[in-house]
C-alpha cells in the first residue's frame, strides 16, 4: 500500500556502508572494472592444491598501487591472517635490496663496480684458480660472472652450530672455479661477499647500513634483515610462519650469506621498493640513488639460464607477452617470491607465500602468478607454455675424455686424491681418497663441461652436517679437467647446503 512504512533491513543497510567504504579504499578494485577476479580465482586455487597458507600480492601502475591483498595464514597456529603488511621472508629477492646498498656506496665514490673486488676485502679474498685469469670486479660478482660456485648453508635455530664469520666463509669457499667472466653461475656467495664489502666500506654492520641507508629513506617501514626482536623491534609479531612441504613450521634459520637472502618485507613495502626502481618519486622517499644508477642496475651485463639476463641485482629479458620485465625471483624452506618491473608500461608487483611447495613440472605459485597478473592487466597477452621438466641425457660425447684421469679435490681441510676413469661403454668409475671404487652418475660431457653425481665422504665438519651427493662440474682445459666438486644436501624436509671445493684432474 502507498501509505505503508517500510522498516530498514539493518543487514543491508550495514552491506551497503562496507561496499561503499571497500571502494574508497585505495588500489582496492571494485566491481566489473576490477581486473584481478581472475588472479584472485587462480591464487585460492593453488593454494589449496599445492598446500600453501597463504599469499601476500601487490600491484602499482603509473605511480599508484592498484590492489595489494592477503589470502590465508599468516600463522596457522595462531590464526593470524595474512595481510599486505604482513612481513615475509623475501629469499632472494633480497639481492636487488643488497644491490641497491652497493650502488648507495657507489653514488658517493667510494667503490668502482669495475675496479677488482679483492681491493675492497682486506685479507679475505678470492681466490684464483684457473691459470691466466684476472681478479673479478665488483660488477662481475654482482652479476654472478666472478666464477663463483654454488653456495647456500643453512643454520637451523635447534642446531648448535651457528654460521662462520663472513672472513671464514670466503677463506673457505671464496675460491673462483671458472675464469672470471667465463661462465654464468649463480652464487648466494657472491651476494654475501657484496655485504661484507658493504661493511668494510661503510665502517658499519651491514643490517644497520640497510636499516638507515635503504630501508628507512625509501619508507619501507614492515622490512628488515633478519626478523629478530634486537634487530627489528615490533615487526616479528607481524611476520609470515616459515612451513615446511609436511605443512608445520620450520624451525628459524640464518646463512653464512644474508647479503643474499636475510631481508624480509611485505608486499606493500616490497611493490614501494620496486616502484622507486621504477624511477617513481613517491613524496616520503629520498632518491638513495640517482635515475642513472637505476638504468645501470637493469642494464643486463650477463645472460643467463634460459632467455634471462642479470645486471647489477636484477634478471632481465623479454617475457612471453612480448613486454621488457626486470626482476628477481627467491625460493628456498618455507619462501617462495617475486618482484617484477615491466619498466616500459611503469608497472611493478610483488607476490610473497610462506610455503615453497613447488608440482613437478610446473613454474613456482609465484612465477605462476607473474604471468596471471601480466595477463590480466593486458588480456591480449600471450601466455607462456608450461615447459615439463626433463633430467640430463647421457652424451656419448663422452668419448673425448677417455682413458684417466687422476688429480686432487682441495678442500679448507686439506686435499683428497681423485681418479675418474672413462670406458668405451660409457661408464664412468671415480674413486675419492681411499673409499670405494663407485660410479658417477648422469655423467654429460656438454660445451666442454663433464657434469655428474658421485657418492662419497668429503670429510669437512660443515658439509657432513647433512646427507649429501657429490656434484661434479668440470671444465676441459687442454690436458685439464677443473672446477667444482659440490657437496649438496639429499632434498628432505629442510633445505640444507650447497658446498663446492676446487677439483682439477689431469689426463694420464
Not at 188 to 202: A, C, V
Not at 376 to 384: D, E, K, N, S, V
Amino acid at each position: 500500500m502507498a501509505s505503508e512504512k517500510r522498516i530498514p533491513n539493518h543487514r543491508s543497510v550495514l552491506c551497503g556502508v562496507l561496499l561503499a567504504l571497500t571502494a574508497l579504499i585505495p588500489g582496492r578494485a571494485t566491481g566489473q572494472s576490477d581486473p584481478f577476479v581472475k588472479v584472485r580465482e587462480v591464487i585460492r586455487s593453488q593454494m589449496l592444491e599445492r598446500n600453501v597458507p597463504s599469499v601476500a600480492v601487490a600491484v602499482a601502475r603509473d605511480g599508484r598501487i592498484v590492489w595489494e591483498e592477503g589470502f590465508g595464514w599468516a600463522d596457522r597456529e595462531r590464526q593470524i591472517r595474512a595481510t599486505p603488511h604482513t612481513t615475509y621472508s623475501i629469499a632472494s629477492v633480497s639481492k636487488p635490496f643488497t644491490a641497491t646498498g652497493l650502488m648507495v656506496l657507489r653514488q658517493r665514490g667510494l667503490l668502482d663496480l669495475d675496479r677488482p673486488i679483492n681491493d675492497y676485502l682486506g685479507d679475505a679474498r678470492i681466490r684464483l684458480r684457473v691459470a691466466g685469469s684476472k681478479e673479478p670486479t665488483v660488477r662481475q660478482v654482482a652479476n654472478h660472472s666472478a666464477g663463483l660456485p654454488l653456495h647456500f648453508q643453512f643454520f637451523y635455530a635447534d642446531e648448535v652450530m651457528r654460521p662462520p664469520v663472513p672472513e671464514e666463509t670466503i677463506r673457505r669457499y671464496g675460491h673462483a672455479m671458472t675464469a672470471p667472466g667465463e661462465k654464468y653461475q649463480y652464487s648466494n656467495l657472491g651476494y654475501g661477499i657484496l655485504e661484507q664489502l658493504i661493511s668494510r666500506i661503510s665502517g658499519r654492520d651491514y643490517q644497520d647500513f640497510m636499516r638507515t641507508e635503504v630501508f628507512i629513506p625509501l619508507g619501507l617501514t614492515r622490512s628488515a634483515i633478519a626478523l629478530r626482536p634486537e634487530i627489528a623491534p615490533g615487526l616479528g609479531e607481524h611476520q609470515a610462519v616459515r612451513y615446511g612441504t609436511d605443512g608445520l613450521p620450520i624451525p628459524f634459520y640464518e646463512f653464512d650469506h644474508p647479503g643474499a637472502s636475510a631481508v624480509y618485507a611485505s608486499a606493500h613495502d616490497l611493490v614501494r621498493f620496486g616502484m622507486f626502481h621504477l624511477k617513481t618519486h613517491l613524496p616520503d622517499q629520498r632518491a638513495i640513488i640517482d635515475d642513472a644508477a637505476i638504468d645501470e642496475m637493469q642494464r643486463p651485463t650477463m645472460k643467463a639460464e634460459d632467455v634471462w639476463s642479470y645486471g647489477v641485482g636484477w634478471r632481465s629479458g623479454s617475457h612471453s607477452s612480448g613486454r621488457r620485465v626486470v626482476f628477481h625471483t627467491g625460493g628456498m624452506g618455507g619462501v617462495s617470491t617475486i618482484l617484477c618491473l615491466l619498466p616500459d608500461e611503469r608497472i611493478a608487483f610483488a607476490v610473497l607465500t610462506n610455503a615453497n611447495n613447488d608440482l613437478v613440472g610446473r613454474p613456482p605459485l609465484p612465477s605462476l602468478l607473474r604471468d596471471e597478473i601480466i595477463a590480466a592487466l593486458f588480456p591480449a597477452a600471450a601466455r607462456p607454455p608450461v615447459r615439463p621438466v626433463t633430467a640430463p641425457q647421457s652424451s656419448s660425447s663422452l668419448s673425448a675424455l677417455l682413458g684417466s684421469w687422476s688429480g686432487r679435490v682441495e678442500t679448507w681441510k686439506g686435499e683428497l686424491p681423485l681418479s675418474l676413469e672413462f670406458q668405451p661403454d660409457g661408464d664412468v668409475h671415480a674413486r675419492l681418497g681411499s673409499q670405494l671404487l663407485t660410479l658417477v652418475n648422469r655423467p654429460v660431457f656438454e660445451n666442454g663441461y663433464l657434469t655428474g653425481v658421485v657418492s662419497g665422504d668429503i670429510g669437512t665438519d660443515d658439509a657432513n652436517r647433512t646427507r649429501y651427493l657429490l656434484h661434479l662440474s668440470l671444465k676441459l682445459r687442454g690436458n685439464l679437467l677443473n672446477g667444482g666438486m659440490t657437496a649438496l644436501t639429499i632434498p628432505g624436509r629442510r633445505v640444507g647446503n650447497a658446498l663446492t671445493f676446487w677439483t682439477e684432474l689431469k689426463r694420464q
